[in-house]
């Protein structure tokens, strides 16, 4: 994802890029797709969670574009990890598993739907 503005972690997988004085535009949370080498395991699409973004930059040191193939593998290890410690092996043999990880494209909104982001729902 790459934005004009500095990005701002907002610690729910969302950040807040700053394009301009006063101006915030809210970027939606990163989803991942998983393809493995295994045909008999299923591709998954996976959201990354705030953990595995933090883990990847202590990882990494924080250096996100001299770095970016391994912090989005990183990440997708690390969700899949937190959520599946059984069968996430450590990085290097998951790494020898993965065929490829891959940026989900966020949908498009349908036009023809009203946009209720504004109203409030409670249960």
Excluded at 26 to 40: E, G, Q, R, S, W
Excluded at 74 to 80: I, N, P
């Amino acid at each position: 994802m790459r934005s004009s503005g500095t990005a701002y972690l907002t610690g729910r997988s969302r950040c807040f890029s700053r394009s301009g004085i006063g101006q915030e535009q809210k970027m939606p949370a990163m989803k991942l797709k998983v393809t493995y080498l295994d045909d008999d395991r299923e591709d998954v699409e996976i959201k990354v969670t705030p953990r595995a973004q933090v883990n990847t930059e202590t990882h990494i040191g924080g250096d996100w574009g001299r770095m970016a193939i391994l912090s989005l593998y990183h990440m997708a290890w690390g969700t899949l990890r937190k959520s599946d410690p059984e069968n996430t092996p450590d990085f290097e043999k998951w790494l020898d598993t993965v065929e490829d990880v891959a940026e989900v494209a966020p949908a498009k909104p349908d036009p023809t739907q009203q946009d209720r982001s504004d109203e409030v729902s409670y249960l």
